[in-house]
């Protein structure tokens, strides 16, 4: 499969994060949302997950693969860490995962993984992928408004 659309993702949203000032990133509109800064962190979260989900699932079927994304948030501090560490984490992963999906066979994209946290439902390789890339997408869109 090529996922150059994910390489050139990374990128172009690295240069367009340069455009965002330090109080941008740090700005929370309540206690309850994440401000851009966790956004970004949050990405890094799913990657470091869905990597795990693109390598298990090609040798072990229906693994139970989940993660609480506010525990995660909150227990990575991303708030008050330095902005520059977070988009350098989450360019290296999502590289890496371009270079892992790329070299994913192609009989394996049906094997199935269990992303859910109740109630037992499998998705297959190719639709975490892409869903993944629609997650980021839906997210990065949030960081490049003003308004978070």
């Given amino acids: 499969m090529d996922y150059q659309v994910l390489r050139d993702m990374v990128e172009n949203q690295i240069e367009k994060f340069n455009s965002i000032s330090e109080n941008q990133w740090n700005e929370k509109l309540s206690d309850e949302k994440w401000s851009k800064k966790e956004i970004l962190g949050h990405l890094c979260d799913s990657a470091l997950t869905n990597m795990r989900r693109f390598v298990v699932t090609q040798y072990k079927e229906n693994e139970n693969i989940v993660y609480d994304q506010n525990f995660w948030v909150k227990a990575q501090n991303y708030q008050n860490t330095t902005i520059l ?50 997650h980021m997408n839906h997210h990065l869109k949030v960081i490049n408004n003003d308004k978070i």
């Fill in 85 to 134: 560490d977070i988009v350098y984490l989450w360019k290296y992963l999502n590289l890496q995962i371009v270079n892992v999906v790329e070299n994913i066979p192609d009989e394996l994209l049906d094997n199935v993984c269990d992303t859910t946290k109740l109630e037992k439902q499998s998705f297959t390789l190719r639709f975490i992928i892409d869903e993944y890339i629609s």
